[in-house]
């Protein structure tokens, strides 16, 4: 019976969604909105690495997984295991700076493409709240439904995830359910495996795929996360008590 790893893992997403283009493609496609007569046609992979233009500034800044597409639109991708309270602020810096870096030879602003910033975070971090899709976008404050869709940024909160509230998104439903299950399972269901660039990932997640210096470096990751979360779980007791 195959035993499969955990795609949340770093080392485990990066190999999945940061080298398939179609892979990747499929899952920007079924989370992201984007509109309905515009799709990802096809992808291109940039450096995840994202140097200021500043050399005064020092701070570089790894994401894992940047691309674009044949509109020219940008895609930025950030898996993230557990919460942190700048994450947010590491998720606007990052498409800020993509946005900011686009080919500005001509002087004109008008060419400037949209940024796509989606985070997937196995963590909760709107705890007054059940939804798990949150969609931000600038807009105007007294008509909310006039908006620059020039930066937008989706983060989903994998633990809350219900395959009911995404009912009219079955691809969305089907690459969340992805994540969330293909760690913790033997055998695939087979909704999943019927789509093919789904059954794909679920093949590049056996666990046979891995050499085993990455299956080290896979359980190095996993005992590390162990270790922050049990590290803030004690400050936050901590805080609790004072």
Same mark, same amino acid.
């Given at each position: 019976?195959? +035993?499969?790893?955990?795609?949340?893992? @770093? =080392?485990?997403?990066? +190999?999945?969604?940061?080298?398939?283009? @179609? =892979?990747?493609?499929?899952?920007l496609n079924a989370l992201l909105p984007l509109p309905a007569d515009r799709p990802i046609a096809e992808l291109q992979y940039l450096t995840s690495e994202m140097v200021p233009l500043d050399s005064e500034i020092k701070r570089n800044s790894i994401v894992d997984?940047?691309?674009?597409?044949?509109?020219g639109r940008q895609f930025i991708v950030e898996m993230q295991m557990f919460w942190t309270s700048?994450?947010?602020?590491?998720?606007?810096f990052n498409a800020a700076k993509a946005y900011t870096r686009q080919d500005f030879e001509s002087g004109e602003y008008a060419p400037l493409k949209p940024v796509y910033a989606l985070a997937l975070i196995n963590d909760v971090f709107k705890h007054d709240r059940s939804d798990f899709y949150h969609l931000y976008e600038l807009a105007e404050k007294n008509?909310?439904?006039?908006?620059?869709?020039?930066i937008a940024f989706v983060f989903v909160e994998l633990p809350k995830f219900k395959p009911?509230?995404?009912?009219?998104?079955?691809?969305?439903?089907?690459?969340?359910?992805?994540?969330?299950e293909t760690g913790r399972m033997d055998a695939a269901p087979a909704e999943l495996?019927?789509?093919?660039?789904?059954?794909?990932?679920?093949?590049?997640?056996?666990?046979s795929a891995f050499t085993q210096a990455e299956l080290t470096a896979y359980e190095k990751t996993l005992d590390s996360i162990r270790v922050e979360k049990t590290l803030m779980s004690g400050k936050f007791a901590e805080g609790r008590a004072e």
């Open positions: 019976m195959a +035993r499969y790893l955990d795609p949340r893992n @770093d =080392l485990v997403f990066k +190999r999945i969604f940061g080298e398939n283009p @179609d =892979l990747a493609k499929s899952f997984v940047r691309c674009t597409d044949s509109h700048g994450f947010i602020q590491r998720m606007l008509y909310p439904e006039d908006r620059l869709h020039e009911e509230t995404l009912a009219d998104r079955k691809m969305a439903v089907l690459w969340l359910r992805f994540l969330n495996e019927a789509v093919p660039e789904i059954s794909m990932a679920l093949q590049m997640s056996r666990e």
